[in-house]
């Protein structure tokens, strides 16, 4: 039995060739050749059964035989915006693990305490794609340039905007009780196209570099409609609280 | 401000030195004195707030000034069996993280598709450790050597059994919601001590290897009492199907 291969093809309906490191992959590795089934996925909520026209040594041309629109597994528009840690390959193997379990949207926030401020997205972008392969995600994740924590906060969002963080004089709720108990009214109504449309289920979730938010970021968030809460007691490195977040976003949403 | 060092010290109630270990980092890199406050760590369930006593180049003895046993902050005991993963990175990432998630136990399985028979398990240990002090947890996970899964599902346990698996011949429930409603009654009861005792709240979760449990062994574990169960809808790799399930596991016996 062939094992079905997943190539990831932006724009793939509009396409008619395999972009250059995934056609790399099929003629060199897989070697596939014209006839041969192929799968698209175009990371917007299609797959796609193709077949190879014609392969040449660099080029692999294919032509569309089925669209497969894939059924949203989670409502809402999950979003983490997160620090970057010093160790890079940290926030890699988050990136990894928030795409299997799935989610929207990854933006990489320049904080007041954060130690690094450059962030390579083009590597964390590829680690996305690689992972939206291996877990057959219909959806791929948004990965963002790195942005001043002031402007992402500024920037107007639907839906419901958290701030995780340690700071005991400033009240916190439960996140995933808050995210929770919102779900579970969406649910009773019934309706969730057109909660889809309005972002009623949206969730925008920040969490803080190793040295957390400053309390006037804190501050300036809940200034600006950011609901104050933790990720519970434990105490979480930076990486591992944005997947637990993550992942409580989607356990609160998933269909 | 000096930071509180935190100091790993099994039964450190009985102990008047720390472990060789320990002692080099506290002497070499922390360079501490006599009379310096340092905090010890059990691993089952107490902190103690102790000063050095004296310091030589490779010893560190101390006295214990307070001892501060620690609340539990889940129900029962979480643990997790899963057969490691080919690259044995993977897992270790997992077991730091499930650490700082919290929960109580790790056993390896040596499945029918495993293509991993050995674990090096001190070295897991050791990372576990480094998550308890690094993330302040009371009770540290143990670890166990590699079993084979037909011993491990007969052994007997206390509360719930599930065995996760992607086979769509064999009806599966979903963990979460199992383990979450079971939790929402022994909240009702109000005695948690007692739950706690009886092991009600207790759940051990097994996790396949990258080629899944054999059905042959989803039919065994079933006949021995555990619960069919999947994770939800998502493409998990194993390791972060471990973390998935223990997260889960937490979130629903948190307290």
Chains 1, 2 share one sequence.
Not at 73 to 84: D, F, N, R, S
Not at 194 to 212: F, H, K, N, R, Y
Request: hydrophobic share 40%.
């Amino acid at each position: 039995m062939k094992e079905v291969r997943y190539f990831y093809v932006p724009d793939a309906a509009n396409q008619v060739e395999l972009p250059i490191e995934e056609a790399t992959h099929a003629l060199r590795v897989l070697r596939l050749k014209g006839g041969d089934e192929i799968f698209l996925m175009d990371g917007e909520g299609s797959f796609y059964r193709a077949e190879v026209t014609a392969a040449s040594s660099k080029r692999c041309l294919y032509e569309i035989k089925e669209n497969m629109p894939q059924k949203r597994a989670w409502k809402g528009h999950i979003h983490l915006a997160i620090a970057p840690t010093k160790m890079m390959e940290r926030i890699e193997w988050m990136a990894e693990k928030a795409t299997e379990i799935g989610f929207d949207e990854l933006s990489f926030l320049n904080c007041q305490f954060s130690e690094r401020k450059v962030v390579k997205t083009p590597r964390i972008d590829k680690i996305v794609i690689s992972a939206v392969k291996q877990s057959h995600k219909a959806w791929k994740p948004v990965v963002k340039e790195l942005e001043s924590f002031k402007e992402f906060i500024q920037t107007p969002r639907p839906g419901r905007k958290f701030i995780c963080h340690c700071y005991e004089e400033v009240e916190k709720k439960d996140f995933f009780t808050e995210i929770n108990s919102c779900s579970m009214d969406s649910d009773a109504s019934q309706d969730s196209s057109a909660s889809q449309e309005s972002g009623a289920d949206d969730i925008t979730v920040l969490v803080g570099p190793e040295g957390d938010f400053s309390i006037d970021e804190v501050r300036l968030a809940v200034e600006n409609g950011y609901e104050s809460v933790s990720l519970g007691t434990s105490r979480l490195r930076t990486e591992t609280a944005g997947l637990v977040a993550v992942h409580m976003a989607h356990i609160a949403r998933r269909i």
